[in-house]
């Protein structure tokens, strides 16, 4: 998952100033921190954000812990962001099915931005997808 997520980092990052790119690995906002933490900028624009959360079996297993997601998951929510999760188990088992799902739910989210945003994304998507088919 983590050289998929490079792949990502790496393509999403572009010479082109209509966009601008965010990317941090575990990124502290309001008293959390966050596993991965994606904004992106478009015009200068206000940033989509995105926050992608892997979740272990062992720290969300009680009632208590689910309750603190919740409350975690709206206060991001209220501050614009776009919550990606998935379990531990996923990524372990198919994280390229994971880093691909995440690429498609921001893809879809940007293609907002108009004719521009969209084709420049399906640039970058093939792009990462022909990169990430060299490694598999």
């Keep these: 998952f983590k050289e998929y997520v490079k792949i990502l980092e790496d393509n999403l ?9 965010f990317f941090k690995p575990q990124y502290c906002f309001g008293g959390y921190i966050l596993d991965f933490v994606l904004d992106i900028t478009y ?3 206000v940033p989509f954000r995105f926050c992608i959360e892997i979740d272990g079996q062992e720290s969300h297993k009680t009632k208590m812990q689910r309750l603190n997601d919740y409350q975690r998951e709206r206060y991001l929510q209220m501050h614009n ?7 531990g188990s996923e990524v372990y088992v198919n994280a390229e099915q994971c880093a691909d799902e995440c690429f498609t739910i921001i893809c879809k989210t940007l293609s907002h931005y108009g004719e ?19 490694r598999a």
Excluded: H
Excluded at 13 to 21: A, N
């Design 13 to 21: 990052l572009t010479p082109d100033k209509r966009f601008d790119v």
């Design 43 to 45: 015009c200068n624009k």
């Design 81 to 87: 962001f776009y919550i990606i999760r998935f379990t």
């Design 116 to 134: 521009y945003a969209k084709k420049w994304l399906e640039r970058k998507n093939s792009e990462i997808k022909g990169a990430f088919n060299v």
